[in-house]
């Protein structure tokens, strides 16, 4: 079956404009630093009266990607290590959460704020991978691809060493 698309109007994607689109990665950014801090510094664990709490190695991980996070604007030159620190938020994650999901198996013991925390990381970061990769593709749409062959003695020298590798 075959319709005639001639009396639909196609519409195209009307993003918001580039300094918008950074200005939303840069804040939601910062959300996830200040959350993935916060998972580093909350208990991940509630635990009855009279216990001690356990030395949480895994939410240790977080401070080195909520640092990252927060030094690395998401200015076009920036933006690589905006994405490579992002990446870096749930690998973190994975550790604490794990640690902490596996300690609630115990009936009495409980997951703290700091769960909470790193999952809104977990969360914000894929939020603000989103915004960024807009930002980057509004950018380029913007001011268009200039393509420039690459040099072919690099490419040869390149291919030449995978060869031998």
Same mark, same amino acid.
């Given at each position: 079956?075959?319709? /005639? @698309? ?9 993003? +918001? ?9 840069? /804040?939601?950014?910062? *959300?996830?630093?200040? /959350?993935? *801090?916060?998972? $580093? #510094? ?5 635990? %009855? $009266?009279?216990?001690?709490? &356990? ?16 030094? @690395? +604007? %998401?200015? %076009?030159?920036?933006? &690589? ?26 009936? $009495? ?8 925390? @790193?999952? #809104?990381?977990?969360?914000?970061? /894929?939020? @603000? ?8 593709? =509004? ?5 268009? =691809?200039?393509?420039? +062959?690459?040099? #072919? ?8 060493? $995978?060869?031998?590798?």
């Amino acid at each position: 079956l075959v319709w /005639s @698309t001639t009396a639909r109007k196609e519409h195209d994607l009307a993003l +918001p404009g580039r300094r918008r689109l950074h200005v939303i990665a840069a /804040s939601l950014g910062l *959300a996830t630093a200040a /959350s993935a *801090a916060a998972g $580093a #510094l909350a208990d991940h664990l509630v635990l %009855p $009266a009279g216990l001690p709490a &356990p030395t949480d190695y895994g939410a240790r991980l977080l401070w080195p990607p909520a640092l990252a996070v927060a030094l @690395t +604007p %998401p200015a %076009p030159r920036t933006r &690589p290590a905006l994405v490579a620190a992002l990446a870096a938020v749930p690998l973190a994650a994975g550790l604490a959460l794990d640690a902490a999901f596996n300690a609630t198996r115990v009936p $009495a013991v409980e997951p703290g704020a700091g769960v909470w925390f @790193t999952a #809104l990381a977990v969360l914000l970061a /894929s939020a @603000t991978a989103v915004a960024a990769a807009l930002a980057g593709a =509004v950018e380029r749409d913007e001011e268009g =691809v200039a393509r420039t +062959p690459p040099p #072919l003695p690099l490419v040869g020298a390149g291919l030449v060493a $995978a060869l031998t590798a």
